[in-house]
């Protein structure tokens, strides 16, 4: 069965605007500021881009699809939150999904880590850039992240039972829902083979980025979520 279409979530048709179109067309409630924000993308992704390899050169031409508008599928699935709800990107790389989010939750902080020291210095200019005041960033690995958040976000940095183990030390377990889903993991994966699924060992759930949104890239994308 496929899941209702956020309120502030529409549906779209067509294959591919490579701009910041797409994400007005499939979050039209978007601010001035988040409007001036994702439009900028483009720009700040393609200068860093010419210096070092952020994302692939291949998807420059498709960021708002394959990078930002992907992101944005963790907020069509979790909703609104409430001020101040922690978020921790593990593995944010070039600041995927964390930065397309912080810009869509500026109400909510957000803490970027990555083990990679170029790339995280990358997507701590893009958020001075943006003035996002809500993102703080960290280059390290899992282990030298200390804090405990509401919910951890990932974009398929590691195997899923890896994943899971890493993320669950990270979330606060006194915490109380901050929005429809209670505290807990939310990842963007290719399709989730049945054993890599399997061997979790708790509850979990699988939505298709395709119930929320129609480009044709997101027919083999699905969100996990992991509740703690």
């Given amino acids: 069965m496929k899941h209702s279409t956020p309120p502030y979530c529409c549906s779209y048709m067509e294959t591919h605007i490579e701009n910041a179109d797409i994400v007005t067309r499939h979050f039209p409630g978007l601010t001035p500021w988040q409007l001036e924000a994702y439009g900028r993308l483009q720009e700040l992704y393609s200068d860093w881009n010419a210096k070092i390899n952020v994302i692939s050169r291949a998807d420059t031409g498709n960021l708002y699809t394959r990078h930002v508008l992907h992101s944005l599928a963790i907020a069509a ?5 409430e001020p101040g709800t922690e978020i921790l ?3 944010t790389g070039g600041g995927f999904p964390g930065i397309p989010l912080a810009i ?3 109400h909510c902080r957000f ?3 990555d083990r990679i020291g ?3 210095r990358v997507v701590a200019d893009i958020a001075r850039s943006l003035g996002l005041a809500n993102v703080t960033t960290q280059h390290g690995d899992d282990g030298e992240c200390r804090r405990r958040f509401d919910y951890v ?3 398929a940095v590691m195997a899923l039972p890896d994943l899971v183990r890493v993320s ?5 377990h006194a915490a109380t829902p901050r929005g429809r889903h209670a505290p807990g993991l939310v990842c963007l994966k290719g399709n989730v083979l049945a054993g890599e ?8 759930a699988l939505t298709p980025v395709a119930d929320y949104f129609d480009e044709p890239f997101f027919e083999t994308k699905e969100i996990v979520y992991v509740p703690l």
């Fill in 89 to 91: 990107d593990l593995g």
């Fill in 118 to 120: 170029k790339k995280i």
């Fill in 77 to 81: 699935f979790l909703g609104p939150l």
């Fill in 104 to 106: 869509f939750y500026p």
């Fill in 197 to 204: 699924a399997d061997g979790l060992g708790r509850p979990f």
């Fill in 168 to 172: 669950m030390r990270h979330l606060a």
């Fill in 153 to 155: 976000v990932s974009r």
């Fill in 111 to 113: 803490h970027l880590v």
